[in-house]
């Protein structure tokens, strides 16, 4: 982290600022790994639901992505990036919603699985911007290195 002492204070600042908020984007999802497949169980789903509910995060990035990175581009990459922040934020409390609705009225399975594919929206637009808002305030022959951190 030697890099981050050579840099213009506003440009360290904006980098640890962003730092911040990718630690807090990936604890917020790594929070959740263990523990959904056992709340999908609880709502009543089989093993096999289970792995479609948690397969429905990747096909909700997938799809995105094109999207996502015309966006970036388009809108800029802060709007981008906390649009993932606000879907990673969001996302729970679908799971908690939904968790209080009987699955008479909305069934629980196919909820999940909706949940999880716009959670998935979340990482495409969250990685696509922030990685490519490290490139721009970053000096060109520290790029690799700031983005590795």
Same mark, same amino acid.
């Given at each position: #982290?030697?890099?981050?002492?050579?840099?213009?204070?506003?440009?360290?600042?904006? &980098? &640890?600022v962003l730092f911040m908020a990718g =630690?807090?984007?990936?604890?917020?999802?790594?929070? &959740? !790994?263990?523990?959904?497949?056992?709340?999908?169980s609880d709502l009543g789903g089989t093993?096999?639901?289970?792995?479609?509910? #948690?397969?429905?995060?990747?096909?909700?990035?997938?799809?995105?992505?094109?999207?996502?990175?015309?966006?970036?581009?388009? %809108?800029?990459?802060?709007?981008? #990036? !906390?649009?993932?922040?606000?879907?990673?934020?969001? +996302?729970? =409390?679908?799971? !908690?919603? &939904? %968790?209080?609705?009987?699955?008479?009225?909305?069934?629980? /399975?196919? +909820?999940?699985?909706?949940?999880?594919?716009?959670?998935? /929206?979340?990482?495409?637009?969250?990685?696509?911007? %922030?990685?490519? !808002?490290?490139?721009?305030?970053?000096?060109?022959?520290?790029?690799?290195?700031?983005?590795?951190?």
């Amino acid at each position: #982290m030697k890099v981050l002492t050579t840099l213009e204070p506003q440009t360290r600042q904006d &980098l &640890l600022v962003l730092f911040m908020a990718g =630690l807090l984007f990936w604890t917020s999802l790594a929070l &959740l !790994l263990p523990v959904l497949p056992l709340f999908v169980s609880d709502l009543g789903g089989t093993e096999q639901q289970v792995g479609f509910v #948690m397969g429905a995060f990747a096909v909700g990035l997938v799809m995105s992505r094109r999207w996502i990175g015309r966006w970036t581009d388009q %809108y800029g990459r802060k709007l981008v #990036m !906390l649009i993932g922040l606000g879907v990673v934020a969001i +996302a729970p =409390l679908g799971y !908690l919603v &939904l %968790y209080n609705i009987p699955s008479h009225i909305l069934p629980h /399975i196919p +909820a999940m699985i909706g949940i999880r594919a716009f959670h998935g /929206i979340s990482i495409a637009a969250f990685t696509t911007a %922030y990685s490519a !808002l490290i490139v721009d305030i970053s000096p060109v022959d520290k790029r690799g290195e700031l983005l590795g951190y």
